[in-house]
């Protein structure tokens, strides 16, 4: 059976995430050869669309890459507009309808990928009607794709999980977090387990702490119904940090396969030490935007934004330190922080290795040194907007006496390497059309992200305190810095 024959039914057809996303990213396989000529795409929302204008769209959405008319035209006519209410059972007869006839038109035979790309609160009822109105009565493989948020706390998350499973297996689900589709997320494992000099010192013997800051220079936009509602912990360190946090600290997998990774990534997780309420005050730090600049453009502050509270308590900005029990991290502190309106927009790990054990050179005979201890070894890792890696050694600076000096090497890929690697989305459709999970989140991983997640915030929601409020354009308050200062340590990543 091929996997490249299938039929794609996108519910949120209209929607911003499939235009800036999926279409764009569903022509570049279809450029590249990896969707064949045998597939075909069905868009549903509400809006009473014709074929006619959806071909418009999918065109317009992929007009960046400037394809030719033919190669644009011959491209759209995969797709199939459905106006579908998701709620409306009828709607799903016509949708059977649909699909039958594409897939004996395509020769599909059977293969179905849904994508969710809508409000959550719609994937139980969608993927319960695609059971009940036979949507799978087909002989192909069923994938269903999930959009993030995957539920908002632990237990909404296992409800939603128990009404997926009713339907799918868990081979059949894939959830995304388009995290794992990037270049150098990809790339931790290639540093750690391709290198003997990292993997080798890649432990508490060596490595004095691990920061992850994953910055935006945006505000809420016009999420701020959504984003009042979920904060800074909730949209980026349940997913996203925890993710690269599990990549980090993870044990090397015996192979480099989604089963092996991911029993790895799980193990990583649940090592993570479950704080105390007391833990969670002295560890995790909030923070909100008040009004302030960056560059010439002034912002409002969060309270402002449309669709905020006035007098809101949700956090633009979390900073915290997570500390792994087990040999290998036992007394690293992983430190975190994510949040908007800050200086720039970039994501970055910074691995700073222990100083060494004697600084010989305090007492340099050819001369004064008056550096009491050296610059400690630092390995970056920019996931974006620029993607590489660099590493700071100490080398002696030129002249006279013997002070050191830190170097870095660099390496960072060009812009037009990153503008043709592909799009987190694009390798991430292509997963799922080949049946490959590793980059995609299991529900073990979501369950355990969530305990952690759910303990900080039920603190926070006991407490109802103001977030200390921090200035747009800034790294965020100054309890994100005292996180640090009071165990002798600083964000290395100072924009
Ligand atoms: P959107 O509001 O732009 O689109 C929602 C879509 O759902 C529209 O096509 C709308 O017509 C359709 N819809 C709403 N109610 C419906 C109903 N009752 N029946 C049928 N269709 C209905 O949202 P979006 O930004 O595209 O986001 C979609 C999902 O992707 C969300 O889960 C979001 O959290 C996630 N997501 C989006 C982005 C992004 O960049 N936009 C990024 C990450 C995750």
Not at 153 to 163: G, K, R, T, V
Not at 303 to 331: H, M, Y
Not at 423 to 447: I, M, P, Q, R, S
């Amino acid at each position: 059976m091929d996997q490249k024959n299938v039929l794609f039914t996108i519910f949120g057809g209209t929607g911003d995430l499939a235009r800036r996303k999926l279409y764009p990213s569903l022509f570049r396989l279809y450029q590249k050869g990896d969707l064949g000529e045998d597939f075909a795409v069905i868009g549903t929302a509400r809006r009473p669309w014709s074929n006619e204008t959806y071909h418009e769209v999918i065109k317009n959405s992929i007009a960046s890459f400037q394809p030719s008319n033919k190669e644009a035209e011959e491209f759209a006519s995969h797709f199939y507009y459905q106006s579908h209410n998701v709620k409306d059972t009828q709607h799903y007869d016509a949708l059977k309808k649909l699909s039958d006839e594409l897939d004996e038109k395509y020769s599909i035979q059977g293969n179905r990928i849904f994508y969710l790309a809508m409000s959550p609160n719609f994937f139980g009822t969608i993927v319960s009607h695609l059971k009940s109105q036979g949507l799978l009565n087909t002989n192909g493989y069923h994938r269903v794709i999930i959009e993030k948020p995957f539920g908002n706390d632990y237990q909404s998350a296992a409800d939603l999980n128990d009404e997926i499973n009713q339907v799918f297996t868990e081979e059949e689900i894939y959830r995304i977090d388009h995290y794992l589709g990037k270049e150098m997320i990809q790339n931790i494992s290639a540093i750690r387990f391709a290198n003997l000099i990292f993997e080798s010192i890649w432990n508490n013997r060596y490595i004095d702490n691990i920061q992850i800051s994953l910055a935006e220079d945006v505000g809420v936009e016009e999420r701020g119904g959504y984003y009042d509602k979920s904060g800074a912990l909730k949209d980026m360190v349940q997913n996203h940090i925890l993710q690269m946090l599990s990549l980090l600290a993870m044990e090397p997998p015996v192979a480099f396969s989604e089963k092996e990774i991911r029993t790895e990534k799980i193990k990583a997780l649940e090592s993570i030490r479950m704080f105390s309420e007391e833990e969670v005050r002295k560890n995790f730090v909030r923070g909100q935007y008040v009004a302030g600049e960056i560059g010439d453009d002034q912002f409002r502050g969060y309270r402002e934004e449309e669709n905020v509270d006035e007098n809101s308590l949700t956090e633009t900005f979390v900073a915290g330190k997570f500390l792994i029990d087990n040999f290998r991290w036992s007394g690293v502190p992983f430190y975190v922080r994510t949040g908007k309106r800050l200086t720039e927009k970039g994501t970055r790990i910074n691995v700073v290795f222990k100083q060494v054990p004697v600084n010989v050179f305090k007492d340099s005979v050819t001369g004064p040194c008056d550096q009491k201890s050296l610059a400690p070894n630092i390995l970056t890792i920019y996931i974006q907007p620029t993607e590489g890696f660099s590493l700071t050694l100490n080398g002696k600076e030129i002249g006279q006496g013997f002070q050191t000096d830190p170097i870095k090497l660099e390496h960072r890929n060009s812009s037009d390497i990153i503008e043709n690697t592909p799009e987190a989305y694009e390798k991430l459709l292509l997963d799922a059309l080949n049946g490959d999970g590793t980059n995609f989140t299991h529900w073990d991983e979501v369950a355990q992200s969530w305990k952690i997640v759910d303990r900080i915030r039920e603190t926070w929601d006991k407490d109802q305190q103001t977030p200390p409020g921090y200035r747009a354009g800034t790294m965020g308050p100054d309890e994100a810095y005292q996180l640090l200062e009071k165990e002798g340590r600083h964000w290395v990543w100072e924009p």
